[in-house]
């Protein structure tokens, strides 16, 4: 497994946008994006009753019997303009938690919710099913201590109370509540389903009135998903303060458990500004924000409760290695057993008992530094690296596919981080087209590029729903193509992968740090730092010209074959089509196949050209791609790309 150098580039134009942006929305909205493992972030929410801050978390409510906790923001949210009329729109995403002794016996739930400013301490006797909000409703009393405050309230509900929860549910549920306990809307949920690492996302559109929640459960390739909406005027049906609470809230009864939240944030407009389209301005950031806090959340939810996860049921699908192992399997990690190295550590072919080879890849350790300044650095590499190895993990525990490589454990023994995945014996393209293994036929060719945008297609459309999600690898080149017994392909190296949640329904363009090899990289990426799926689609098409040029995309001017006299081998054949010669540019390894071939090679050179087009959206998707690999359709014409 072989790996190109990295270059990383500051997102300016994502931190301009962000602080335009919140500049814009002015004091009347609420925008804040919290990570719970920041010892200042925990100290920024309210704490009542029972909930306090933990070492990585705050903590709404112990595992113990009777407690009422909440925690909320110290400042209002403004939901509507007495002026104007217009209703704020918001979302809050939050990551969470629920554990107990007992996977059994256990209550009662969580909520998020939005009410009265300042947030009080829970009223009388609001423990267990009422979850910390609302007082019984079937308490005879009076009236006016009973009358529920103007509160919406999303639940998170543990445990089924005949009073009030509905009637076809015995169990875990989401439950949107409206000055009350007995919820507006409800979704049953499979047992246990509320239990463990939890993420939900709630939004509300001022135009429409239209509240949507959605939640996440389970771990790795088991999470599931699902969505729970309804129409509600928070003025005038809700009856909402102008100037409202946001916060959460848990209780437990005679059952009890734990409810932990570990990351939060929310972002709302400011409904006297609504008319100027601010809503769309704040997806755009909601859309940076939520990808920055993927990276956060898988960190806290597999790094920091206490390191003691990558040990239990976060990585159910591989297998725990011990450093002493793996120093055995390669021979104290011995310079023969190398077999490919890059910016992100060293792998080794290594022999274990009952598993044969395998591939071992140890993440690089940085340098140890006196300077304090360069001790920093350090530490912010320390931290990268342990970023990237986990996000490895988890998102290679979430995929399967016959063109993806295979991950079969991991060891994190003092600090040493370590991956072991299936050995692939003919090594990867790039050492068959420039480390002087054997040459690839034109056939091997062609069912890798197959095999390679199989597994694009997957990942872009398949791996999850993708009218909501879909992932993008960052680092498509011939280096991360591994081969199998005969040739597969299996397409490696998922240190840059990253999910991508679509926003509005469009394709999703959340921005991040720029960083890949650069020969292969999108130059729109390069230059907005924004996301997309045509910035594989422009790495495919660079790997695509490669395989059939045998050419690196970048070589001293005057040294590629056919065309011109460019340094780029994106140019060179860009050159060569436009004269009607882009058959010239192929790899002189193929002469002799070039008779029986020549249709299909001059066919993946001119859908790499389209690949690579400048504009995003002149690009094919994956799926047009296979397409024109596969299929005898007529080839697009020398302006088409």
């Known amino acids: 497994m072989a790996y190109s150098r990295c270059h990383q580039v500051p997102t300016y134009l994502s ?40 070492s990585d978390r705050i903590i709404l ?32 995403t939050f990551h969470f938690a629920i554990h107990g002794s007992s996977n059994v016996s256990r209550g009662d739930g969580m909520t998020f919710f939005i009410g009265p400013f300042p947030a009080t301490i829970p009223p009388p006797s609001s423990d267990g099913g009422l979850l910390g909000l609302f007082s019984n409703p079937n308490t005879t009393g009076d009236a006016d201590s009973l009358r529920p405050p103007h509160t919406l309230a999303v639940e998170f509900d543990t445990r089924w109370n005949d009073g009030w929860d509905p009637k076809d549910g015995k169990g875990d549920h989401i439950g949107i509540d409206l000055n009350g306990i007995r919820s507006n809307r409800t979704r049953n949920l499979p047992p246990l389903s509320l239990y463990g690492a939890l993420w939900a996302n709630i939004t509300y559109d001022g135009e429409s009135k239209v509240v949507k929640v959605m939640l996440r459960t389970g771990e790795a390739e088991s999470a599931v998903t699902y969505e729970l909406s309804a129409t509600m005027d928070l003025k005038d049906d809700a009856g909402l303060v102008q100037d409202a609470a946001v916060g959460f809230s848990a209780a437990t009864g ?45 960190y806290i939810t597999v790094m920091h409760r206490r390191r003691r996860c990558l040990d239990q049921k976060v990585l159910p699908v591989t297998r725990k290695f011990s450093y002493s192992e793996l120093v055995a399997a390669t021979d104290n990690f011995s310079m023969d057993r190398k077999v490919g190295n890059g910016c992100f550590g060293d792998v080794y072919r290594g022999g274990l008992p009952d598993l044969g080879e395998v591939a071992v890849k140890m993440m690089r350790q940085p340098t140890s530094n006196r300077n304090r300044k360069n001790r920093v650095r350090e530490r912010q590499e320390i931290e990268r690296n342990r970023k990237n190895y986990v996000h490895e993990i988890e998102t290679l525990c979430q995929l399967r596919h016959k063109n993806l490589l295979r991950l079969i454990g991991w060891c994190d023994d003092g600090g040493r981080l370590l991956l072991v995945y299936e050995l692939q014996p003919n090594g990867s393209v790039s050492d068959h087209l420039h480390g002087g293994k054997t040459p690839l036929t034109w056939p091997q060719r062609y069912g890798i590029l ?11 459309t398949g791996a999850y729903d ?25 397409l490696g190296d998922f240190g840059l992968v990253r999910q991508v949640t679509r926003h509005g329904g469009g394709g999703g363009t959340p921005r991040t740090t720029v960083i890949g090899s650069m020969d292969y990289m999108d130059p729109k990426y390069m230059e907005t730092g924004a996301l997309n799926p045509a910035s594989d689609i422009y790495s495919f098409g660079v790997l695509l010209l490669e395989v059939v040029t045998g050419a690196k995309p970048s070589v001293p001017r005057g040294t590629l074959p056919g065309c011109g006299d460019q340094n780029s081998l994106v140019g060179a054949v860009r050159e060569c089509h436009g004269r009607n010669a882009i058959l010239g540019m192929a790899d002189e390894r193929l002469r002799e196949e070039f008779e029986q071939w020549q249709w299909q090679i001059e066919r993946v050179m001119v859908t790499g050209l389209m690949c690579v087009r400048p504009e995003r959206e002149d690009r094919p998707s994956i799926k047009d791609i296979i397409s024109l690999l596969s299929k005898l359709e007529p080839l697009p014409t020398p302006t088409t790309t």
């Not at 814009?24 to 929410?45: E, K, V």
């Not at 909440?70 to 918001?90: C, E, I, M, N, Y």
């Open 15 to 54: 931190c301009y946008l962000f602080l335009a942006t919140y500049t814009a929305l002015r004091a009347a909205a609420l925008s804040f994006d919290y990570d719970f493992t920041i010892p200042r972030d925990r100290q920024q929410l309210k704490l009542i009753n029972a909930s306090y801050a933990g």
């Open 61 to 92: 409510t112990d595992d113990a019997s009777n407690l009422t906790g909440r925690a909320a923001h110290p400042q209002p949210v403004r939901l509507w303009d007495d002026r104007t009329g217009k209703r704020a729109s918001f979302t809050t």
């Open 254 to 298: 005679l059952l009890s458990e734990s409810h932990q939240l570990l990351a939060w944030s929310f972002h709302s407009t400011d409904p006297s500004h609504a008319e100027t389209k601010m809503w769309v301005i704040f997806l755009s950031v909601a859309a940076i924000l939520l990808a920055g806090l993927v990276g956060t959340l898988v």
């Open 450 to 460: 197959l095999g390679i945008a199989s597994a694009v297609e997957y990942l872009h």
């Open 466 to 490: 993708s009218a909501t999600r879909y992932v993008l690898h960052r680092d498509i080149k011939p280096s991360n193509v591994m081969l199998g017994e005969g040739f597969q392909a299996k």
